[in-house]
């Protein structure tokens, strides 16, 4: 295709532009690329390429300080005293199974095509160029004003550890409106700090991350222990007060679930590892133990925290907002808070690390894709990093964490991260069952669409149902259609590719019961989580309509990107690139 021009030089052709956004949009947004493209021409727009100096070790360290933040120490007490008395234990394990369902669904892609776009590339290969640009711009939404939160929670737990309080560190400001009017220095130079590590290099930013790692760890080993040493088995089953519910199930599997859901926010992290798969060795090898194992182990530790904590107190007697800290000082061992205080300051660091890492990356591959200005795709030839984006974000970051007081716990997580862990299950079934341009891609569809729907309509009974009968049945009828509708696609509809190297086990199973499994905890978010996601989503519509679509267009144009890909180059040719992007 000829170049036109940029849509961009003028006003005059802007507006020209902007009245065939319709003509346009049906041209790129639902342009789907390939494999080879992410791993080729679209990767070389960033100019120099990512070092490859991770290997697993790397990446379990980083899946690990990335889910192992201050989080846990806030969900379990909620967890557990609202939830499930003493089966919160069994709550985590739920919600780690759930979270390596997930991250099943990650690796297949990572190995497949280890770049660093994480779930952008992931969509944009399957369901196209919108459906990925409104999921990725959620995802980098989520990841500043979670960030910002973390960086100020950074202040209140560092101030506690040393016995000073979080206001007298803040600069208050009168003259400005209430929640923005505390300013926050310590929040920015931290901020700063990370952003000037990962702007530097990966592989020193891995090793910084392992370290505070490590010694978070440590901090949880004694949390551990003491609770194990110090507690008694007798509060596994009994109440502290005789009217409250006893056993290990007080409230039942209801309570189990509901805490589930609930503990679930703490292995959020895990996604920005596949982030990283354009700088491992050996992806192949490295990405699956990587991904996998840091979910393993973080759900080992996460039910031995539980399970320490029920052991020191009766549930009805934890305290929902600082369960270890007041568990401790109930029995004597107030200096022990502090120490807890120290463990929770290191793992806010190392989320805050893999999440700002995180960030960057999908910045400067969307960067790539032409949708946002192609600025933030550089790589710097020094620092083989993507220094323009993570400068910008870790500025963007700082900026907001500075005044803004995010009324956001620490354990809350977006609901635009769980909707991105969502659409990754669904694009990872479409891709088994789909070959672009051969395959008819309308049974798979239809059977992502009813599934999903059928797992709504199960949600939605379990939230909103009274306990009964009646409730049972429905509950039995929804999952009966729901494996029907499963049995029925497996048998009917055969798999278009094999993954060359690694792929999900159990298809469509593992993928289909992680659909199910997301769209149930989305069913657990509360109501301001869907209208932020909401109005996010309506800023990122409005850029791709006014922005994006163009800048795509205007590529294509100049053969920086191509079309449909309807043209897909054939499978094989895409099976049959250069083996140094996998291994």
Not at 373 to 392: D, I, L, Q
Not at 535 to 541: E, I, T, Y
Request: aromatic share 14%.
């Amino acid at each position: 295709m000829a170049s036109h021009g940029s849509s961009f030089s003028s006003l005059r052709t802007y507006l020209q532009a902007v009245a065939h956004t319709p003509s346009r949009f049906a041209r790129r947004g639902f342009s789907v690329s390939t494999s080879y493209e992410e791993m080729s021409r679209v990767r070389a727009r960033s100019g120099t390429s990512m070092r490859k100096t991770l290997r697993w070790f790397d990446l379990v360290g980083f899946g690990i300080g990335g889910m192992v933040g201050a989080g846990v120490f806030v969900t379990t007490g909620h967890a557990s005293r609202v939830f499930a008395g003493p089966a919160v234990v069994l709550s985590y394990a739920i919600a780690g199974f759930c979270a390596l369902l997930s991250a099943f669904c990650y690796t297949e892609f990572a190995v497949d095509m280890p770049v660093a776009g994480g779930a952008f590339s992931y969509l944009r290969v399957t369901f196209g160029e919108f459906a990925a640009f409104i999921t990725g711009a959620n995802l980098i939404m989520d990841y500043v004003m979670s960030n910002a939160a973390v960086a100020r929670g950074f202040t209140a737990y560092f101030g506690t550890t040393i016995g000073i309080s979080s206001d007298k560190w803040r600069i208050t400001v009168p003259s400005f409106p209430k929640g923005f009017n505390q300013i926050d220095m310590v929040a920015v130079v931290v901020v700063l700090l990370i952003t000037i590590v990962i702007c530097y290099s990966t592989r020193e930013s891995s090793v910084v991350n392992m370290i505070l790692t490590g010694l978070h760890i440590l901090f949880i080993v004694f949390v551990i222990v003491i609770g194990f040493w110090k507690g008694s088995w007798k509060n596994f089953t009994n109440s502290s007060n005789s009217e409250n519910p006893s056993g290990f199930f007080p409230f039942g599997a209801a309570g189990v679930f509901n805490g589930a859901a609930a503990v679930y926010l703490s292995y959020i992290g895990y996604d920005a590892v596949s982030t990283m798969a354009e700088e491992v060795k050996e992806p192949v090898k490295d990405i699956p133990i990587g991904v996998s194992g840091s979910v393993i182990i973080v759900t080992i530790l996460y039910c031995l925290m539980a399970a320490s904590m029920c052991m020191l107190l009766p549930y009805d007697m934890i305290d929902p907002e600082a369960p270890f800290s007041a568990a401790f000082k109930s029995d004597g061992w107030g200096w022990a808070s502090r120490v807890i205080g120290v463990g929770a300051s290191f793992g806010i660091l190392t989320s805050l690390i893999v999440a700002m890492l995180g960030q960057a990356r999908y910045m400067c591959v969307i960067g790539r894709s032409n949708v946002v200005p192609a600025w933030f795709a550089k790589v710097h030839p020094k620092t083989s990093t993507p220094v323009n984006a993570s400068a910008f974000l870790g500025i963007f970051t700082a900026a907001i964490a500075l005044f803004t007081d995010l009324d956001v716990l620490l354990n809350l997580v977006s609901i635009g991260t769980l909707f991105v862990f969502y659409m990754v299950a669904n694009a990872v079934v479409y891709r088994r069952y789909v070959a672009a341009g051969t395959t008819n891609p309308w049974p798979t569809v239809s059977f992502l669409l009813s599934f999903s729907f059928t797992s709504i309509m199960f949600t939605l009974i379990w939230k909103c149902v009274p306990s009964g009968v009646a409730k049972a049945v429905m509950l039995s009828a929804c999952g009966v259609v729901a494996v029907a509708i499963l049995q029925l696609f497996h048998f009917t509809v055969p798999q278009a590719r094999k993954p060359e190297f690694w792929g999900v086990p159990l298809m469509p199973w593992i993928p289909a019961t992680s659909i199910f499994l997301n769209l149930f905890l989305l069913g657990s978010l509360d109501g301001p989580s869907y209208v932020r996601f909401g109005v996010f989503s309506a800023v990122a519509v409005l850029f791709y309509v006014l922005y994006s679509v163009h800048a795509s267009f205007d590529a294509e144009g100049d053969g920086s990107l191509s079309q449909k890909n309807v043209e897909v180059h054939m499978e094989s040719k895409e099976e049959s690139v250069d083996q140094s992007f996998k291994v």
